[in-house]
Antibody, heavy 122, light 107 residues
């Protein structure tokens, strides 16, 4: 069974940093494009970042470009999101999601993890 | 950035009824549109991709149609578990964008 489990969320002050992790199991992690999608409390979904299996291709939403860094460790079956210079508007549940087609960019998201909550507040 | 506008914001129907949800794109996305379902406290689930293809395990009562800028998700006969929030998403252009959601509630 495919599983994605996020961790690393918590309360952080504006301007602070946080590193999220996503542990993957049940599939050949290195063969799949991976993504982060976030959802502010009571709001809709916002795509954050995507990374190819070899880390050769990386994309960011403008709202996080220059502050967030996506990475992966295929030996550890793990995806990461380093978040720096955090702002109140970054407060959200952050989901890890797999591209269902493997190494081809379908840019659909399936499945999703359960998410981890990041709260940016003083 | 392609903006997706979903309507209505809220749809109130009874179990057994037919639901029709709309998603309009600010420019053509060809057929590169997906639908997701999110129930309270849960992660979203992919229902439909490339406008009309059901994802694995999705019941046949869910169907999608459209092309260009206008898309529809239809649930032919609402089951109790279908009352949720539905989002459309486009992958035609970066950045990937989502609609603001339609809440399907029990009447």
């Amino acid at each position: 069974e495919v599983q994605l489990v996020e961790s690393g969320g918590g309360l952080v002050k504006p301007g602070g940093s946080l590193r999220l992790s996503c542990a993957a199991s049940g599939f050949s992690f290195s063969s799949y494009i991976m993504n982060w999608v976030r959802q502010a409390p009571g709001k809709g979904l916002e795509w954050v970042s995507s990374i190819s299996g070899s880390s050769s291709y990386i994309y960011y939403a403008d709202s996080v470009k220059g502050r967030f860094t996506i990475s992966r460790d295929n030996a550890k079956n793990s995806l990461y999101l380093q978040m720096n210079s955090l702002r109140a508007e970054d407060t959200a549940v952050y989901y890890c999601a797999r591209d269902p087609a493997g190494s081809s960019w379908t840019n659909w998201f399936d499945p999703w993890g359960r998410g981890t909550l990041v709260t940016v507040s003083s | 950035e392609i903006v997706l506008t979903q309507s209505p914001a809220t749809l109130s129907l009874s179990p057994g009824e037919r639901a029709t949800l709309s998603c309009r794109a600010s420019q053509s996305v060809s057929r590169y549109l997906a639908w997701y379902q999110q129930t309270p406290g849960q992660a979203p689930r992919l229902l439909i991709y490339d406008t009309s293809n059901r994802a694995t395990g999705i019941p046949a009562r869910f169907s999608g149609s459209g092309s260009g800028t206008d898309f529809t998700l239809t649930i032919s006969s609402l089951a109790p578990e279908d009352f949720a929030v539905y989002y459309c998403q486009q992958r035609s252009n970066w950045p990937i964008t989502f609609g603001q959601g339609t809440r399907l509630e029990i009447k």
